[in-house]
């Protein structure tokens, strides 16, 4: 049963989830945490960062990830959580497999056309949107930790955050020297 509300729940979250794999994380979120109770949120956000870190799109490894997991937390196996894993990310990648053998050929007679471009340009400001919902659910304690808790460890974080912001965007360093970078500062500030 697990594995055909995983099956089901990444196939919906495969056929709605515009904007790529960081508009795919709050549908993700929303449904392996809230809805169906598979994953803590530190589960989650642990999922997110290591997607981040390995090769390949971070919604396929992010249903990955989870998928393995909500089967692991489930009590089962190591070979039965690899299933889920499987199951996961077959699921979130079929969606785009049939549409796109499907209209590829449409898509390429009518690209040009008023109707087409209506229907992208609706598309842009939502794709927008699931990427900021996405950086807001990410903005949560087990990210920045809490004042309340331990300042030391939220004004890291907080600091962390923006040179890695200005890093990236104004000194137009590597996103994978900025992870590399980060990851050494957390080793050493935050321990």
């Not at 989830?17 to 508009?23: C, K, P, T």
């Not at 249903?63 to 937390?73: E, L, M």
Request: aromatic share 12%; proline share 4%; hydrophobic share 55%.
């Amino acid at each position: 049963m697990l594995y055909l509300e995983l099956f089901y729940t990444f196939f919906m979250i495969g056929l709605f989830g515009f904007g790529g794999g960081y508009g795919m994380l709050s549908l993700i979120q929303t449904e392996t945490v809230v809805h169906h109770h598979w994953l803590s949120s530190a589960d989650f956000t642990n999922i997110v960062a290591i997607s981040q870190m390995t090769p390949g799109p971070i919604g396929i490894n992010s249903a990955t990830y989870c998928g393995y997991t909500a089967v692991h937390n489930a009590g089962h196996g190591m070979l039965l959580s690899v299933l889920g894993s499987a199951t996961a990310t077959f699921a979130l990648v079929l969606p785009s497999l049939i549409l796109m053998v499907l209209i590829s050929k449409l898509f390429m007679k009518y690209m040009k056309t008023a109707p087409v471009q209506s229907a992208f340009m609706g598309l842009r400001p939502v794709v927008v949107g699931l990427l900021a919902a996405a950086t807001l659910l990410l903005c949560n304690t087990e990210n920045f930790n809490s004042p309340q808790v331990n300042i030391w460890h939220f004004c890291i974080s907080i600091a962390l955050f923006i040179a890695t912001f200005i890093g990236t965007l104004v000194m137009k360093i590597n996103p994978i020297r900025m992870i590399c970078y980060a990851a050494v500062a957390g080793l050493l500030l935050l321990y």
